[in-house]
């Protein structure tokens, strides 16, 4: 298997332009996760998806960024407009419900200036 | 969720064995044990779980005493790859369930 597919895996942006982020998870999984990791932060859940369906979403900082799951094999992570704060890496992760054996994609390294 | 303490940092030698503990006093009675490693510019990757005594596998070993108020992570006669943050995660079974890293430790590996 490939793994966790992300693209793309380096994103510069000027403030207040879109960013899509794209993640294939591992076929089979019927779990998907979003995750950001800053220094300062360090790695935080932002969103959850069971079978396509968004479950907890508590982790997303505000109205500008929002995920989908069209489909079993695709999501994406929008933040419209970005903002220099929102630099970080993003890292998705599935699972097919196992006891918290996630495996995480490469990462998209975002930077917006 | 229970709380989790480890060391911000430690260092080693290659071939050393390594042993990074992990403090979780309010872990409750139905809570896994799970350590992530993570390499630089690299996602988390799933080491081991236990719930309690002994876990093996061929990466690490993972010993958890009768109270299961800490955690072990053995590492055997590390060498320079094994250079990493660790993370130790408590939380009750299930994927359906929001896994907190907290900071890791992060483990240097001198030659």
């Known amino acids: 298997d490939a793994g966790v597919i992300q693209s793309p895996r380096h994103e510069v942006t000027e403030m207040g332009q879109e960013v899509t982020l794209r993640c294939k998870p591992i076929s089979g999984h019927d779990y998907l996760f979003w995750y950001r990791q800053t220094m300062m932060r360090g790695l935080e859940l932002l969103i959850y998806f069971n079978n396509n369906v968004p479950i907890d979403d508590s982790g997303m900082p505000e109205d500008r960024f929002s995920a989908k799951m069209p489909n079993a094999s695709f999501s994406t992570l929008k933040i419209q407009p970005s903002e220099p704060r929102d630099s970080a890496v993003y890292f998705c992760?599935?699972?097919?419900?196992?006891?918290?054996?996630?495996?995480f994609g490469p990462g998209t390294r975002l930077t917006v200036t | 969720l229970a709380k989790t303490t480890q060391p911000i940092s430690m260092d080693s030698y290659e071939g050393q064995e390594v042993n990074i503990t992990c403090s979780h006093n309010?872990?409750?009675?139905?809570?896994?044990i799970t350590w992530y490693q993570q390499f630089p510019s690299q996602g988390p990757r799933f080491i081991i779980q236990g719930y309690k005594t002994k876990v093996t596998n061929e990466v690490a070993s993972l010993f958890i005493p009768a109270d299961r108020k800490s955690s072990t992570l053995s590492l055997p006669r590390v060498s320079l790859s094994d250079t990493a943050v660790y993370y130790c995660l408590v939380a009750p079974p299930g994927s359906n369930y929001k896994l907190t890293f907290g900071k890791g430790t992060l483990l240097t590996v001198n030659p």
């Open positions: 309010n872990i409750a009675t139905n809570d896994y």
């Open positions: 992760a599935s699972t097919t419900g196992g006891y918290h054996e996630q495996y």
